[in-house]
């Protein structure tokens, strides 16, 4: 269920930007789909967003920057390792240069990138680049 939240709140952020919308709004929220967006806007592919309410069903209000292409959340739960990581990677995004998969870990939700400095593995969440 909580997958299907995060892939939602992403294509609707996907849908915004292709619209070309400064600012979209997320319902019902998550803390995942939270560690999420601070993952991209650290990255710089969102401005900022703001969490209204988080003890209830809430919402978060997004403000973007007209740099995401695709966004998306895997419903199914994939498991990487550590040394998986990079071919995953490779697999999935478009480029070398550009995108990041975020994957939840014992340390956290991280980045590919700091996964792999940090040397460990998880579930991947999704993508974006």
């Known amino acids: 269920m909580g997958r299907r939240i995060l892939n939602d709140a992403l294509r609707s952020m996907v849908n ?14 998550s803390t995942v789909m939270s560690s999420f967006l601070k993952i991209m806007k650290d990255r710089g592919y969102i401005k ?8 209830r069903v809430g919402r978060i209000t997004v403000q973007l920057q007209g740099r995401i292409n695709d966004c998306k959340a895997l ?9 998986d990581i990079e071919q995953y990677k490779i697999r999935t995004l478009p480029t070398r ?3 990041y998969v975020v994957i939840t870990t014992p340390d956290g939700v991280l980045d590919h990138e700091e996964a792999l400095r940090r040397n460990v593995g998880g579930q991947v969440l999704g993508y974006f680049h």
């Not at 900022?48 to 003890?55: E, I």
């Open 97 to 99: 240069q550009w995108g």
């Open 48 to 55: 900022d967003f703001q969490v209204y309410d988080p003890h």
């Open 75 to 83: 419903t199914h739960r994939q498991d990487i390792k550590a040394r």
């Open 16 to 29: 915004a930007e292709r619209r070309g919308k400064s600012t979209v709004e997320l319902q019902p929220i």
